[in-house]
């Protein structure tokens, strides 16, 4: 399985809620780059179970992937917040395993701000 497919297959996993299947797809010490976030793969899992990204939907938009990075930029929405944010999550992958992680967040604006769209 190429880098690519493993984070696709993370990706479906910790949407249909299983947080426990990213144990086997981080390296025990992954690093964390988000603010807030913590890095250890125990220490990120045990964070996202406590997270609002799982009440979210997350619609990938497209994935890209070169070497050992992979980018996903993905629309994420609650209930409560039907524009949501736009999302660039970049992954490094070592030997199958996801090592690093970086992501961007943008609230989507107003339509109007925004002529061409967010995605």
């Given at each position: 399985?190429?880098?690519?497919?493993?984070?696709?297959?993370?990706?479906?996993?910790?949407?249909?809620?299983?947080?426990?299947?990213?144990?086997?797809?981080l390296h025990e010490d992954f690093l964390e780059h988000s603010p807030g976030?913590?890095?250890?793969?125990?220490?990120?899992?045990?964070?996202?179970?406590?997270?609002?990204?799982?009440?979210?939907?997350?619609?990938?938009?497209?994935?890209?992937?070169?070497?050992?990075?992979?980018?996903?930029?993905?629309?994420?929405?609650?209930?409560?917040?039907?524009?949501?944010?736009?999302?660039?999550?970049?992954?490094?992958?070592?030997?199958?395993?996801?090592?690093?992680?970086?992501?961007?967040?943008?609230?989507?604006?107003?339509?109007?701000?925004?002529?061409?769209?967010?995605?």
């Open positions: 399985m190429n880098n690519k497919e493993l984070i696709e297959r993370g990706l479906k996993e910790f949407a249909s809620g299983n947080v426990e299947a990213l144990r086997t797809l976030n913590p890095s250890g793969r125990d220490e990120f899992v045990e964070f996202l179970t406590r997270s609002p990204l799982l009440e979210s939907r997350m619609t990938v938009k497209r994935i890209v992937a070169e070497g050992p990075y992979v980018m996903v930029h993905h629309h994420a929405t609650r209930a409560d917040d039907e524009r949501g944010a736009a999302v660039v999550d970049i992954w490094r992958l070592e030997d199958g395993l996801i090592v690093e992680h970086w992501d961007v967040v943008q609230p989507v604006p107003d339509p109007a701000a925004v002529p061409n769209g967010m995605f």
